[in-house]
């Protein structure tokens, strides 16, 4: 372990954060180092690791984009809290300041995660498909767009991913809360015109998730991600799959089966 | 993977291959061999990318940062289209004539026209992709108002434009399976050495360090602009003008550099956080700017236009406020939108209400911002053909703010998430042409060689010099000396700093691993920054008068003598300059044209 710390600090003055240090996956052993940074006012997490990047270590690797809490790069454990770095204040944590890569992917460096597999599930969603008599220009309203927009304010900084315990120990085969708030903005949108339900089952695994409700807890755009999505994700399956009464009307009428149309 | 587990087809969750590790000074590369390439997947780049798939050429995008996001994730207020919603009065002419006089008629014409025309169905068109505009109470997309555009105009997505604008063509480019590859930072672009074509380029795999050989047909950039070259801007980390640089040193010509959009307001506090963005919407939806004394002071500048003035004009007046004593204690002014009440606030500025909240501890429904301007925008960039975007080097196209001749020498709010989409679909469109009528052009392997070369030279550095303080000190000598006021003196004290940092950059030193080591990156991309600020200024220098962005104190005035496009090109190695006059509209879209004074 590699210290760049004095021995008694004044933690009025400065901040002592450990990051987790290591490159790939596997191959180097991960250590913590320790550095000491000077405290400025209104200070985040991003700017002391900044900080620490130009004065005291030119090797840290972090992801960042645009630190306004506007793009999803910077996410990490801090504390053993998913957050972003952007939008974390110095001053709203007391003491040492733990700094780890998001653990449920694979670690590139230092606070870098491959985040890539997600493009994976991305292009398994059904994408929008508008409903065939939607025409070129669009009439809908503000109440429907209020419908909807929580769940496209998503930055995919992928916090929520991370605190999954279900994606965490890589046990199943589920989606992953970003991606049904993604499913649920296409089956929210006014417009769409199919059915996602089978697809959900099924491929997207969604009965894995046993609403333990980590994920909303931690959105840094408040996406209340289960009660809002998930669950009603959860429901349109159990309508359209498990609805006794349903399963024997669509039966009859020998109408639209699941993954069509809505 | 538990096996016993996997009903479902993704299995992706599961721990994955080792990414190989590459040593420091290997100099083997992958190739990859496509029609069209397109380097940067902001909106434009990404709607060149549908637009070049659709067409059936071989199309693959590379970006720096991950997919989605790009600094078109930034825009706020919303997208300018001429679309008729709230005011009917509104037309493509309108919106041609308030780009032109608020371009203080520098822009290409016939760029604008194809612009304000298009604009309207790239809008429609962007909703049939998915995006979910805000409605008028009659279900039609709704429209703001923003600053100097004569109706209301900005399509908006509260003040989430550019996020709900990216994330669906996203969506859209994932859906076609558009091969894309991200975090990859091409570093110089190949001619075919027999016909000058643009054939290739050399990338960098950001992940494990890998160097990358493309080779394409045509080749897009759309990289965005360089903000990061000045100390206090509402850019990302990429925007370091990258596609810009490359642009250059493989001869393309560059036009309008000294035009650098000042946004009005940015933050100043607290620190970390001091230039990013205020969204213009903050004014559209009514907010108030005030100075230390209490007064209005947009009466003194604009009393017609008052806070919604041309953003050139509003970032003036708040600087002469501040040099006259009238600044906020922060040093900036004040913006207050709280007589608008929380409702309205919370709904139609969330982002900003969010931002005051979480960074500087600010409730806007009660108090007032501090702003000061912020860097945003270039207006000047790679010189394109209106019709095709193609640069001045064969089978290179550069489309949104990496090209010029749209802004002239302002930008409207709002103007640029309608560019990305009109001259990224034209671009795509007219590079997939293009590539299916020709060869695979040829790459010279000794100048491929000669690149890896400079590439990795920051490994074998005897110097010591940190790729982290030299952008922080070309970042505060430009906004030093390269501001929004600007004079000789000043300017060239800027030109002989930066002739100073490209000698301590001769020293820059890489440290660590491939693997995603920024001071690797980054030490190239100082390279680029240096040869953009030597640009900027020169042609800062070169442009006696003032006009729209570009104000000097030692020519105030504007001068019709100047109605001209400074052009900056490599020759012989050389950085020269030339202008060129800016051509006048055709008879029947000049008598379009209404000046508003």
Redesign the interface.
Known sequence: METHASAQPDQRKTIRLRILRG?????SSPHYDTFEVPR?????V??AV?YI??HLD??L?????????????CSAEINGRPQLMC?T?VDSIEGEITIEPMQ?F?R???L?T????N??????IP??T?KAN?G???????A??DR??EF?????CFLCMDVCHV?RE???????PRWVVKAAS?DM??M?GLNRSKFMK????LGYCNITKCCQEICPEHIVITDDAIIPEKERVVDRHYDPILWVYRRLKGGATAGETK | MNGSMASGVLDLWAPQQEKESVEVNDRSYDERVCDVLIIGAGGAGLRAAIESHDRGAKTLVVCKSLLGKAHTVMAEGGIAAALGNVDPKDSWEVHFSDTIVEGQHLSNWRIVEIFAKEAIERVYELERYGAVFDRTPAGKISQRPFGAHTYRRLCNIGDRTGLELIRTLQDQVVARGVPFMDEVMTTCLFRDPKTGRAAGALGIDIKTGKLLLFRARAIIIATGGSGRVYQVTSNSYESTGDGIGMAYRAGAELMDMEMIQFHPTGMIYPPGVRGMLVTEAVRGEGGILTNSEGERFMSKYDPKRMELSARDVVARSIYTEKRAGRGSKGGGVYLDISHKGADHIKKKLPSMYDQFLAFADIDITKDKMEVAPTVHYQMGGIRVDPETAESSVKGLYAAGEVASGLHGANRLGGNSLSDILVFGKRAGDAAAKSATAVDLPSVDSKEVEKEISRVLSPFSSTGSANPFHIKEEIASNMWAHVGIVRNAVDLEAGLVEIERLRKDAKGLKAVGPRAYNQSWTDSLQVLDMLLICEAMIRSALERKESRGAHTRSDFPAKDPKWLVNIITVQEDGKMVRRTVPVSTPPQELQRLIKEDD
């Open positions: 490159t790939g996956e596997r191959t400025e006012e209104g200070m985040v991003l700017n900044h990047q130009s030119p090797s690797s972090i992801r960042w984009n645009c630190k306004a809490g506007r793009c999803g790069s939008k204040r449920a694979p590139l460096k230092d870098v491959d985040v890539t597999a493009w994976k599930v991305a292009a398994t994408p929008f508008p939607a070129d220009i669009y009439t809908f309203y503000q429907d767009v909807s927009r496209r304010r998503c930055i995919e994606i890589h046990e199943a085969d589920y989606m992953g296409l949108h006014p769409d099924d491929a997207g695994g």
